[in-house]
């Protein structure tokens, strides 16, 4: 009773599968919030918002992306 | 008696609505139930923000209503991102959300931890532990003011009885050494029952037969807490954190109870200087783009929580 089973393969690029994209998202998303909040360059400061910016909005659009 | 009642209500129903209900669908019934909820919170969590973010890139300003509003593109946004008041409010920030989450998080685990141990009468010390908790924070606030005050405060007392300074000396308000340690001290004392809830929350959900395994094995009592206690407290310890340092990120009350910022700006953390903006200068524009910069700011540390969260729950 052996019955073949049809794996479907996702037509989804393996380097922008959820979990990959995930990780860069919040590894920005965590460079943008250590920016924000330390005390040793001002211009660091200044392109906290950018990136936590940046890596929120990816973060939203990469969690919709197939695992 | 209950179907009866329904159907008294059915009869009840004019017939015009009767009829049109009738024709709804369960999916269309469920959506006419919900939308009052969602109409609310359209009207009083989405329009606000969306406004804000319109406002942030204005000169708006809520005390001359009938002024001319001037676009000022991104203009608010870079004065903030180069203004070193705000960049130093910032740091602020950082060191009271790093030490307050520090200390609630050991204290509160630890606590927890105590608490499971089940011994006699841990019921009755639970309650007690949770009182600060349930305080209202401007009452917490007020009465932890006059507990610093110099000359009569109990905790200027206790603290000249165990290191011999005179109380007077003890100016934990007015002090800029002491100033932020006295709010970090107030908010870990009243936060500190909450953290501790979740952790027994986690250390409770811990199945018995695990130590007993571990039992069996002969792991001696540190193993047992490193292998099992922790790892499988830690989603809750996480989530502890997570709802802490948001809430923590966005303090105010306590700090406009006790110091209101000062000394000078020591204890000025990000809504207080929002709050200077927007309700003491009138830069309504200027302060919707910092309250914009803070909502990003906390969507992505919520963003980073959250997804560790899953992480530490699929192991």
Known sequence: MNRSVATKRSSWPVWARRGLMENIATAIIAIGFLMLFQPFALSLYTYSFVTMLAGTVMFIIVSKFPE | MLDRTADNVARATPEPLAKKIRGIS???????????TILLLLAINIFPLFWAI????????????NEAVKNL???????????QDIWIAMQTTAHFVFWTILLQTVIGFTLAWLIDRK?????????????????S??????????????????????????????????????????????????????????????CLAGLRSIPEYIYEAAEVDRASNWRQFWSITLPMALPFIMLAVLFRGIENFKMFD?????????????????SITLKRQ????????????????????????ANIYVKALNKVKQR
């Open chain 2, 137 to 198: 924070p401007a009452v917490v606030g007020n009465f932890w003011r006059f507990l610093y005050e110099p000359q009569i405060g109990l905790f200027s007392y206790v603290v000249s009885f165990v290191t011999g300074i005179p109380p007077t000396n003890v100016q934990m308000l007015s002090n800029v050494e002491l100033a932020p340690w006295a709010i970090i001290i107030v908010d870990t004392w009243m936060w500190t029952p909450y953290v501790m809830l979740i």
């Open chain 2, 254 to 270: 306590m700090v406009n109870l006790l110091t209101g910022g000062g000394p000078g700006s020591t204890t000025e953390v990000a």
């Open chain 2, 73 to 83: 593109g991104l203009a608010n946004y870079q004065r903030i991102l180069g203004d």
């Open chain 2, 26 to 36: 369960d999916k269309g019934l469920a959506w006419l139930f919900i939308s009052p």
């Open chain 2, 119 to 135: 011994f006699r009468g841990h019921a009755f010390w639970t309650t007690i532990i949770l009182v600060p908790m349930m305080l």
């Open chain 2, 54 to 65: 319109y406002l942030s890139f204005t000169n708006f300003r809520a005390n001359r209503p």
């Open chain 2, 278 to 301: 927007a309700f003491e200068s009138w830069r309504t524009g200027y302060s919707s783009a910092f309250a914009i910069i803070l909502f990003v700011a906390v969507f992505g540390l």
